[in-house]
């Protein structure tokens, strides 16, 4: 570009550049087509979960706050649930912990009670918490085989560089520069798509560590709420107080024209 540049300033005709990116995978044809193809698809694919996962994130700790503002305010868990997100992961846990205290009273033991109470709060947390690992195994996937990927087109540049080198007799730059280039650009492709994708996988995997405490602390309250019928519940947090009004300027005695006092 910047040949091109100063040669069109200059008055006079670039310089034709054979060593170019596109002009690299033109030499290695459809293979080195293909390759670029799975990777630039592995980086499309990785960004895309790295941004969609943490948008589904983002949205279940901001409702977090309502859980600890507002939901254990509410004189049940019911009227507490209506004030969640329909969708939300911590209305499905308190709907799953109501459904499971409606069936519990057909059984006798009061001990299997509890354990089919646990075991239903259980299972609704794993399944938030599979949801939010959904998409992390291609992240995962797309990591460790994203550098082995750029160097099959590696390997596949330097073998066509030998052959050229076998066929003009001598090593040539002009006979090798092309297929060497090639195997260059594949290995910094590989790592450009490996790299973000293995950083995206560790950030999002201890969201969702962190996601998966609260979730089930939130499930342990609910459970202990349940069982003792609405007595036990969390420490609620405290309301911001509310700021002081600033206090008034206190008014200055009024002074005469000559700066004194007037007399009482």
């Known amino acids: ?28 044809g459809i293979i080195a ?8 698809i592995m980086s499309v694919g990785s960004f895309y979960i790295l941004i969609t996962k943490w948008l589904e994130q983002q949205k279940i700790l901001n409702q977090y706050k309502t859980i600890r503002t507002s939901f254990w305010r509410a004189p049940n868990l019911k009227e507490g649930a209506a004030k969640l997100d ?10 799953d912990g109501l459904a499971a205290e409606d069936q519990h009273g057909k059984m006798t033991d009061s001990l ?40 099959l087109g590696t390997v596949i540049g330097i073998y066509r560089a030998l052959i050229a080198i076998g066929l003009a007799g001598s090593a040539s730059i002009d006979k090798v520069a092309g297929p060497v280039g090639e195997a260059l650009i594949m290995t910094a492709i590989g ?39 609405g007595a036990v519940k969390p420490a609620l947090q405290a309301a911001p107080a509310a700021k002081a009004a600033p206090k008034a300027p206190a008014a200055k005695p009024a002074t005469t024209t000559a700066g004194v006092p007037p007399k009482k």
């Open 112 to 151: 299997e009670a509890h354990d089919w109470l646990h075991g239903s709060l259980a299972r609704s947390e794993s399944a938030v918490n599979s949801k939010l690992a959904g998409g992390l195994p291609f992240l995962a996937t797309v990591g460790a085989t994203a550098p082995f990927v750029g160097l």
């Open 1 to 28: 570009m910047i040949i091109n540049i100063l040669a069109a300033a200059g008055g006079e005709a670039a310089p034709q550049n054979k060593f170019g990116f596109v002009e690299a995978l033109n030499q290695g």
């Open 191 to 229: 790592l450009l798509v490996a790299v973000p994708a293995v950083l995206a996988y560790n950030w999002l995997q201890a969201r969702n560590k962190r996601i998966a405490e609260l979730l089930s602390g939130f499930s342990t309250d609910i459970l202990a709420n349940i069982n003792s019928k």
């Open 33 to 40: 087509y293909s390759i670029f193809t799975i990777l630039v």
């Open 86 to 95: 329909k969708n939300s992961a911590w209305r499905q846990i308190v709907d």
